[in-house]
């Protein structure tokens, strides 16, 4: 098996590392994985592309690359540029260090490469390690992701649900913020939705006068609805959530049609 692994985080984050021994795992004796990461951090750039400019591209080991580019970029790259058209079998993007469950997954550039790579046609996982209270003093915070990674990832391949339709389906995988020995197994969830918890900006005043602002985030551990990702997460979980790139609200297009007939 080829397996493509990328990030939002750069190509030097530890989740990276994790997530290239998952791949390695994964892949077995006779398989590959490949790296195509961002150069420098690429958090909440969603699925950005560098449609507008040129990216460079780095190889710096063996099938180790960086592009200096958003995370779909780098699973572009990885497919017309690295491996020459020759399509990886699985993407692989994170493991992200923070959550993107509920709203952050519109924000994502962790959920933006498998989105890409769903787009291209290929399998895809998104993976990413809830940080919290319990994984602060941890030697490896990325500790749940680390040793339950691998089964999760198989356990989509082997019984997954994978379709051929334009609008591919991709796997969004959140680790809870606890231990690995305190992760109390999978639960598929819905996408959820923390109120008020929404990004927002705050002005400061630089030294020479001028006015910058910064984009702040919610509060991560504001649950969302039963049965949906951040509440399982809260709860030792592992949530994975299957999903589309098609943003149609399909439940309402009948009912909007009657509207303006």
Known sequence: MRILITNDDGINAPGLEVLHRIAT????????????APA?????VGHCISYTHPMMIAKL??????????PADCVLAAIYD???????DLVLSGVNRGNNAGENVLY???IGGAMEAALQGLHAIALSQFMGPATEDLADPFEAAAQHGTAVVRALLDRGLWTQDDYRLFYNVNFPPVPAARVRGM?????????GSSF???AQQSPSGRKFLWIKGGPQHASTQPGTDVAANLDGHIA??????????HDLLSDLEARLA
Request: glycine residues 14%; aromatic residues 6%.
């Open 240 to 249: 994975v959530t299957p999903m589309r790139a098609d943003l149609t609200a």
């Open 82 to 88: 690295v491996l020459q058209g020759a399509k990886p």
């Open 25 to 36: 795992e994964i892949a077995g004796p006779s398989g590959e994985v490949w790296t195509v």
């Open 61 to 70: 080991g063996e099938r180790r690359f960086a592009a200096e580019g958003s």
């Open 40 to 44: 420098f951090e690429q958090s909440g």
């Open 187 to 195: 639960k598929v969830a819905a996408q959820g939705f923390r109120r």
């Open 108 to 110: 994502s550039g962790t």
């Open 200 to 202: 927002s900006c705050e």
